[in-house]
């Protein structure tokens, strides 16, 4: 809608931004009371989002704090309960639906919707979307990577009334709880939820009686209208163009070895966008499968990324098409599991990073870490009145180096900006566990001439625990996190788990579920860095000392990817030099060979790693190959294409 084709309509600037900024604070209201009341950790740790809509379902406002992998979806699902209930809403009534095929994310992702009325009429939804920690399914915490229907993956909660006219649905909530490890927790956080929803029609019913109802609509209305304006004027102020890139998934747990392919074509013309995933790989044989829905979200928070002053609400996905082949990775459909929709949600962020860091260079940023979840349950022995436990842990990584400054170190992924690091003490509070570490991850960092961020490495103790398994929800073990313009990639992902009495840790990888673990168990496990900014040769020498100060970044690595030589004279007192002699000779010797180094033969690349002469990083960022690291052979396929990234990303940009 053109809003300057009416301006008898528009409300005056003074209302206007009012409204535009009440609507949002309500959202953010809707923040603070889940944070006060809700029962789960996940939740508590701000793994949730909520919104505003107006009354067809369109979304109005996002809090400052959502994540990004939700807010592209809620309007979706809240057309979907209008759908259902259509005719028969009623004040104090609650929905709840979790469908990713109704264009939701995954199963975790549990939304409730409230009709906002005045009086007898309905003039908006608010909506609550929590992370529930366990939803049923096959493993503790509903991650079960070797799922391939959705029926190992947990309840679908197709919409359905949990609040009816204010009373509370008590037998279809027990239901819902009934179904899950953690039953007194999700009761809990439906009350929770519940209860946030009503704060955001207190506040739009209190903006009702002191603008009046034709107002707060209109306002409603024209924040949408407004949002579209201003990016379709910034979208045509750009040439037309398209530019068009590939990320992928480590692997089909199902299939044969190989990386799976995610093809993005961006096309702008006039004021629209058009992404287009023509390419991309058929849905494999695990959850890491996306639904239109949360792909869509994908590409709503990659595009944002890129427009950080605008609101976002409804007015942002008008100029937005999305086309994508029916039953692909990003674009699956019932009963394809999808609950770790997050692995290609990430990948085509970082694709869209790639993509507009052409278009605007002066926010260019490379490739950021992947998110990983590492889930554990079992019967804590320690609390006989809650033996059921569910370990759920993220942990921070890097973003990638951007055009004239570092990547941000040890932040939350792109998948959810919002979300916080949880604190170790909360989680052993709640959990059989205990952190022996949780330090920055030397060398995690992508050399650049700006370097990517550094990422972390955690070390937990399993405690008293029964029957206790665990999964691992991850990737960028293969698909190892990438440099740009000449910059270098990262490091693999992975979980190492020592045993009870053993000294040797035992590489279990990126992707596993139901592993079987133990009292006194210790798993160790890193998060990348991101991806390295521009040529590392071009680093000024002594930002790579800084870097060695803060143990950032080896004097060995130092030399081997910046070609900085480095000389200890105190450590204890952070006293180091760069032999400016020897730096010069490292770095032409660097340059006259590197290009050779990353088209060697990998079997001689394998034998080397196999006999200790080279590490895993040598083998990523200086010869471009990938094995698999427990056993040191080469993945063919995986090298292939992770050197023809390497090429187009790093070795094309040298000089």
Not at 18 to 34: G, H, P, R, Y
Not at 498 to 519: I, K, M, N, Q, Y
């Amino acid at each position: 809608m053109d809003m300057d084709t009416k301006p008898e309509n528009r409300l005056d600037p003074v209302t206007f931004e009012v409204l535009k900024n009440s609507f949002i604070t309500t959202v953010d209201q809707m923040a603070e009371q889940m944070l006060r009341t809700c029962y789960s950790f996940v939740i508590y740790n701000r793994d949730f989002s909520n919104a505003l809509h107006d009354a067809e379902g369109n979304s109005v406002a996002q809090g400052n704090y959502d994540i990004a992998v939700h807010v592209g979806t809620l309007h979706n699902t809240c057309k979907e309960v209008i759908r259902h209930f259509e005719g028969d809403m009623a004040p104090g009534d609650v929905y709840a639906i979790n469908d990713p095929y109704a264009g939701g994310t995954h199963f975790s992702d549990v939304r409730l919707v409230r009709p906002i009325f005045d009086e007898d009429t309905l003039i908006g939804f608010s909506q609550s979307n929590g992370h529930w920690s366990d939803l049923g399914g096959s493993v503790p915490g509903s991650f079960d990577v070797t799922a391939r229907d959705m029926f190992r993956e947990g309840m679908r909660i197709t919409p359905v009334r949990l609040f009816h006219k204010g009373r509370f649905c008590s037998d279809v909530a027990n239901l819902i709880a009934a179904q899950t490890r953690d039953p007194a927790s999700i009761i809990g956080d439906i009350h929770s939820q519940a209860q946030a929803t009503q704060v955001a029609e207190r506040e739009i019913l209190r903006l009702v009686r002191k603008y009046g109802r034709d107002q707060v609509t209109r306002g409603m209305e024209e924040v949408q209208d407004y949002v579209e304006r201003a990016v379709r004027k910034r979208i045509a102020d750009l040439p037309d163009g398209t530019w068009e890139t590939v990320d992928y998934i480590d692997r089909d747990p199902a299939g044969g070895e190989g990386m799976i392919p995610i093809c993005i074509k961006m096309t702008i013309k006039g004021d629209e966008i058009t992404y287009d995933f023509t390419g991309s790989h058929p849905t494999i044989g695990s959850m890491y499968n996306s639904a239109p829905g949360a792909t869509f979200s994908a590409v709503v928070a990659g595009t944002k990324t890129f427009f950080p002053d605008l609101p976002l609400n409804s007015g942002f996905y008008r100029m937005i098409k999305v086309t994508a082949p029916k039953n692909s990775i990003v674009s699956a459909e019932w009963p394809v599991a999808v609950t770790g929709f997050l692995m290609p949600f990430e990948k085509i962020m970082n694709a869209i990073f790639e993509m507009w860091s052409k278009i605007m260079p002066d926010r260019a940023i490379a490739c950021a870490f992947n998110l990983e979840y590492l889930l554990a349950g079992g019967r804590d022995a320690r609390k006989p009145e809650k033996p059921i436990f569910m370990f759920y842990e993220w942990l921070p990584g890097g973003w990638g180096g951007r055009n004239g400054k570092d990547g941000a170190d040890v932040t939350t992924a792109c998948f959810g900006t919002g979300l916080m690091s949880q604190p170790n003490e909360g989680n052993e509070r709640v959990n059989p566990t205990r952190t022996t570490e949780f330090q920055i991850k030397q060398d995690s960092a992508g050399p650049g001439k700006w370097r990517g961020g550094v990422g972390v490495q955690k070390t937990s103790l399993l405690l008293e625990a029964e029957g206790a398994v665990m999964s691992y929800i991850c990737d960028r073990e293969r698909a190892v996190v990438w440099g740009v313009e000449g910059g270098l990639p990262s490091m693999p992902h992975g979980l190492t788990l020592t045993r009870a009495g053993s000294e040797e840790p035992t590489w279990l990888g990126s992707v596993f579920s139901d592993h079987p673990v133990f009292t006194g168990d210790e798993f160790a496990r890193p998060t990348a860095g991101g991806g390295g900014f521009g040529d590392p040769l071009e680093r000024d020498p002594k930002k790579v000392m800084e870097d060695v100060i803060d143990d950032y970044v080896s004097i060995d690595r130092a030399e081997k990817d910046y070609g900085v030589v480095i000389r200890e004279i105190d450590r204890d007192l952070c006293e180091f030099e760069v032999d400016e002699a020897a730096t010069q000779a490292k770095r032409a010797e660097i340059r006259a060979a590197r290009t050779e180094w990353a088209r060697s033969d990998p079997q001689e690349v394998a034998r080397k790693y196999k006999t200790g002469e080279i590490n895993a990083l040598d083998a990523i960022r200086r010869y471009a190959t990938i094995l698999d690291w427990e056993t040191g052979e080469v993945l063919p396929k995986t090298t292939e294409q992770f050197r023809e990234s390497f090429e187009k990303r790093t070795v094309a940009h040298w000089t």
